[in-house]
């Protein structure tokens, strides 16, 4: 089954897939946030941090944690980080969005770092 298949099927269940009918889930999960605050969630509470397209909405990171780690997500929340400007040193972060997804206990993902 293709994924387009699994999506059409997804679609059928009432689950609004916005950004992965016109991306891929390689587009949707742009990379994973390595921190020292990410890491100790992933040991101790089984938590993952990726950013995400701006696009995406909580039903396609689902979509694409399971198509690309094949695990299933007990949890996700989304956060849009803020644009950040500083005047004297002219330190600019750009917005993005974030997902930070929870896995159940027996499930693990392999990140390269």
Request: hydrophobic share 40%.
């Amino acid at each position: 089954m293709t994924f387009k298949e699994k999506l059409q099927r997804r679609a059928r269940k009432n689950v609004a897939t916005k950004a992965l009918k016109k991306f891929s889930p390689y587009e949707v999960i742009l990379a994973p946030v390595l921190t020292e605050k990410t890491y100790k969630a992933m040991e101790t509470s089984n938590k993952y941090v990726f950013k995400v397209h701006s696009d995406a909405n909580k039903n396609d990171v689902d979509a694409a944690i399971r198509y690309l780690y094949k695990v299933t997500p007990v949890k996700i929340n989304i956060i849009n980080a803020a644009f950040k400007w500083r005047e004297r040193r002219k330190l600019v972060k750009r917005a993005f969005k974030k997902a930070v997804v929870t896995l159940w206990e027996k499930e693990k993902i392999e990140l390269a770092v």
